[in-house]
């Protein structure tokens, strides 16, 4: 009989791809993913720790589902088990269990492959399981191949962990040491998904310009040459990668951005800070101008390359002259969108205990006024493409009826008005509104045929839009 199974996710993309690979490991004992954990047999939080407000969330869903737990007992529907997984269940484990005695399983990002150990234990015997133990295998090595199709747009882990230890940051305690999954391993998962219909991969990992691993020949690849390789995939259009570290930006990397087609004109790369001096209270080990090198060097090899970043405003310590240093750092970077965020001390990392917390109000300030000059290069970034044709695949269906949403080369949400049919292609729309996260426009002449790379370029480069050239268009009439 089959069972219901319930997954909600907080943080990263790559909790995202966990979660789907933790209902692959699940499909097997008989449990289907529902939308709704009223009546659930298995409940599990994939969790983020990443700053105060995430981990928060989750203590205040285990209370709710304490309720629902109790009600399908008392209905004499049997057990819900609820499982916190995720980076809050590695960092917090056994407090969630003294806290919560509901819950039946507490596991690592590590550890979800033994799932059905997990399930086993927690079915015989009354009690709980808890497994953040970083264990000495690989889980990928464990893991089922993918249920069914993963989406036109999907994910695909290929480094894990890191060994960087910001100083603000619980990444390198929650999800381990850096690791890399082997190539062969990457390619195969990658044939299998474009395989069953996926047009774009995005490749993930916490530092993901670190992967590196063995070629068939015994050499030694980088990302870059990764890319090339799964860019000889038939019918993947598109690839990206997130996140990266300016310091593991070499040489091959950003010259695929130049040389690969299929490899998207689109690049996450935080920074943080503009102030050498909180870079290196970061113990990032670069300095501002190092990331303008790296920016320019990449902008040399794919000159409409949209950029991205993450900053951390108000790390203890900074001053008014240290985050000017960042305003004029995103004033010459020129980012197509970034992400803000307010420094929260985490338990555990050394900037958490240092004396120069700042207040809350200085948090905010500067956060706004980065949030400004940011929204600000955003929506002018998005304004130059009115009137301009792009590429846009389809992923997603809009709130509206007839309403399709889908993602330029440079990573813009583009809605249209379209059929239905359209869903799962790659299309070409022309712009006519933009907005600071969206842009809108309407279908034109054809239909881009899945797995034709697409070569255009940005308007800021100068160029028009040559998308089309020797790419066969299937009409849509
Ligand atoms: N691996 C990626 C990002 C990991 S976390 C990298 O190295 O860039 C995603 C973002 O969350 C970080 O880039 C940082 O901007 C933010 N972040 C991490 N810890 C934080 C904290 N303690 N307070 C506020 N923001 C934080
Ligand atoms: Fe965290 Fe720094 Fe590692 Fe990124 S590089 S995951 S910010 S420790
Ligand atoms: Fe959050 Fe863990 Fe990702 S802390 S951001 S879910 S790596």
Redesign the pocket.
Known sequence: MSKKLFIKTWG?QMNVYDSARMADVLAPLGYRPVEEPEGADMVILNTCH??EKASEKVFSDLGRLRGLKDRKAAEGDGRMIVAVAGCVAQAEGEEILARMPHVDMVFGPQNYHTLPEMVARVTRAAGSVLNTDFPAESKFDFLPEEEGAQGVAAFLAVQEG?D?F?T????PYTRGAEFSRPAAQVLAEARRMVAAGTAEITLLG??VNAWHGDGPDGSSWGLGRLIRELAEIDGLARIRYT?S?PRDMDEDLIRAHAEVPQLMPYLHL?V?SGSDRILAAMNRKHTADDYRRVIDRLRAAKPDLALSG???VGFPGETDADFAETLRLVTDVGYAQA?T??????PG?PASVDGGQLSEEVKGARLEALQQLIAAQQIAFNQGFVGRTVPVLFDRRGKQDGQLLGRSPWMQSVYVQGNDRLFGRMVEVRIDAAYSNSLTGAVVTGEWTSGAPYTGSAPHSGNTHTGNQGIEVEALA
Do not use: A, E, G
Request: a positive charge; aromatic letters at 18%; proline letters at 7%.
């Open positions: 990263c990443i700053r890191c960087k910001c603000f940051c619980v990444v916490q530092n996140t570290h935080p943080q993450d900053f951390i992400y965020f307010k420094y929260s001390p985490r990392t």
